[in-house]
């Protein structure tokens, strides 16, 4: 299976300063018809995990400008522009191009 | 816009079955692979099985292969996850998403819970 690594596992950040968590994936997630299925979760406590960012750097519809996605090949980065208190919860990358779908551990955002 | 609506979970003994339905809207369901991810706090998320737009192509994690069924009703919009012979380990709230290789739009969720 493909391992996907994420860090920091702990963010804390000061309102309106940026965010950027890392995922790292264990091979190569272009898929053979050319995309990069690499998404982007967002998980709020008591929620279910709601995408942000799908292949790679795609907002999804709602989703606010101050959430950007970039990376290729294997290394592949969330940024949040300015941090605000409704951004709390925890992030998941996910990697879709090989089954089984794996997901990195999480990296839990909280406010100083 | 994309709704999906899990139900059918519960707590079951070891060794027993459950059926997951998903009812899904808001999108052309049958132009679209769908797939089940569980959560729980000892194994985080894992993708259990998928299954394409026409139900022609099915996939299951390992950790299910020989128990778990993916299947789909396209004239009513539904998928469905047949789980057999469950164990402790299976012990997790499951989520119905849309997608084969993509994941958009979940469901709430649907907990099961399999004590050991």
């Known amino acids: 299976d493909v391992v996907m690594t994420q860090s920091p596992l702990s963010l804390p950040v000061t309102l309106g300063q940026p965010a950027s968590i890392s995922c790292t994936s264990s091979?190569?997630?272009?898929?053979?018809?050319?995309?990069?299925?690499l998404n982007w979760f967002q998980q709020r406590p008591g929620q279910s995990p709601r995408r942000l960012i799908y292949?790679?750097?795609y907002r999804d519809s709602g989703v606010p400008d101050r959430f950007s996605g970039s990376g290729s090949g294997t290394d592949f980065t969330l940024k949040i522009s300015r941090v605000e208190a409704e951004d709390v919860g925890v992030y998941y990358c996910?990697?879709?191009?090989?089954?089984?779908?794996?997901f990195g551990g999480g990296t839990k955002v909280e406010i100083k | 816009q994309v709704q999906l609506v899990e139900s059918g979970g519960g707590a079951v003994q070891p060794g027993r079955s459950l059926r997951l339905s998903c009812a899904a809207s808001?999108?052309?369901?049958?132009?679209?692979?769908m797939h089940w991810v569980r959560q729980s706090p000892g194994r985080g998320l894992e993708g259990v099985a998928r299954?394409?737009?026409?139900?022609?192509?099915?996939d299951y994690a390992d950790s299910v292969v020989g128990r778990f069924t993916i299947s789909r009703d396209n004239s009513k919009n539904m998928v469905f996850l047949q789980m057999n012979s469950l164990r402790a380990e299976d012990t997790a709230v499951y989520y119905c998403?849309?997608?084969?290789?993509?994941?958009?739009?979940w469901g709430q969720g649907t907990l099961v819970t399999v004590p050991p």
């Open positions: 998403a849309k997608g084969f290789y993509d994941s958009g739009g």
């Open positions: 808001g999108f052309s369901f049958s132009n679209y692979g």
């Open positions: 299954i394409s737009y026409d139900g022609s192509d099915k």
């Open positions: 091979q190569s997630l272009v898929n053979s018809d050319g995309d990069i299925y």
């Open positions: 292949k790679v750097s």
């Open positions: 996910m990697q879709g191009t090989h089954w089984p779908k794996t």
